[in-house]
């Protein structure tokens, strides 16, 4: 089955992180996931390269990435909730590349899926939870200097709020960061994203839509011109750091709203994975797998239409 879309995955997404809730193992589990389901072929998927240093600069500062490069622990690394090694700090500027490479796909077939990334905790200066690389910020801001785009929108669906990139794009009117979260959860405190909208513990599907369709009229209010979906898996009522409700059917309507939005629209869309950490890793691995179904569907709908 041929696509609209570009795929993107590393096999070096993969990183040895010790015994850790984060289930490092989901990147290669959800490309295994859509072979097997033929959702797409092999030779459609493309290998980022890591992102250079002058696209991290766009993101980060000078002094953060000097840290990570020389993997020192310092009080910009500290905050991570992960080792500091070179195969870590590699997947994770792979994750970045991956997520521009996947951008810059989007620009040109109306999508771009990367089987990886949205790591919305990282800001410019600081890592964060399981995050070294904001890489929906690095690909934003690298678009935005080669001129091929203005205006942005971040859209993150992760249970935990967006708190690195609304730092990296706090004040910056070009980009528009939503923020759809469980309130009574980390990040504590939250900084403002252009609009947050803070869940209560266990909301279900019903409520959740109803908040989320508001803040989705919003988004395409702003006139993006490009869509960086962070599809976090996390919101899922079995994750083991999330505290909201949704089933499988619920996060998969969450997507569609999203992508089938952003289809309709002829805005080019973004998919990265971000958090996920179910009981059973098969869900996790299914909640994505079923993002890029989704966003897969949505962009031949779309390539299909007349002009
Ligand atoms: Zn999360």
Redesign the pocket.
């Known amino acids: 089955m041929s696509s609209a879309a570009i795929v993107v995955h590393s096999p070096a997404y993969f990183c040895d992180i010790g015994p850790h809730v984060f289930p490092v193992e989901k990147f290669a589990r959800v490309r295994a996931h859509l072979l097997n389901g033929r959702e797409i072929a092999a030779g459609d998927i493309v290998t980022p390269g890591p992102a250079p240093r002058e696209d991290l600069l766009r993101a980060h500062t000078a002094e953060y990435i000097d840290d990570l490069e020389a993997l020192r622990w310092t009080h910009r690394t500290r905050w991570s909730e992960l080792p500091l090694t070179a195969e870590i700090v590699r997947a994770y500027r792979l994750a970045a590349g991956g997520t521009t490479l996947a951008a810059r796909g989007a620009l040109e077939r109306g999508c771009g899926i990367n089987l990886g990334g949205g790591f919305h905790h990282a800001s410019a200066d600081r890592a964060e939870g399981f995050c070294y690389i904001n890489d929906l910020a690095v690909a934003v801001r690298v678009l935005q200097h080669e001129g091929l785009i203005r205006r942005a929108a971040v859209v993150d669906l ?3 709020q967006g708190n690195g990139t609304a730092l990296v794009f706090a004040g910056d009117e070009s980009v528009f960061t939503l923020s759809v979260h469980q309130e009574m959860n980390y990040p504590m405190p939250k900084p403002p994203s252009t609009l947050d909208v803070g869940l209560e513990d266990r909301t279900g599907d019903e409520e959740y839509m109803r908040r989320l369709d508001p803040a989705l009229a919003a988004v395409w209010s702003f006139g993006p011109e490009i869509v960086l979906y962070q599809a ?1 898996a ?1 919101p899922y009522a079995e994750d083991q ?1 999330g505290g909201l409700a949704l089933t499988l059917e619920g996060l998969e309507t969450r997507d569609r709203r999203v992508l089938e939005g952003c289809a309709s629209r002829g805005i080019p869309a973004v998919v990265t994975l ?2 996920g950490y179910a009981r059973r890793m098969e869900d996790t691995v299914a909640i994505h797998a079923c993002t890029c179904r989704v966003a897969l569907a949505a962009s031949k709908t779309a390539s299909n239409r007349p002009a």
């Open positions: 992760d249970v935990h976090g996390d750091l971000g958090g």
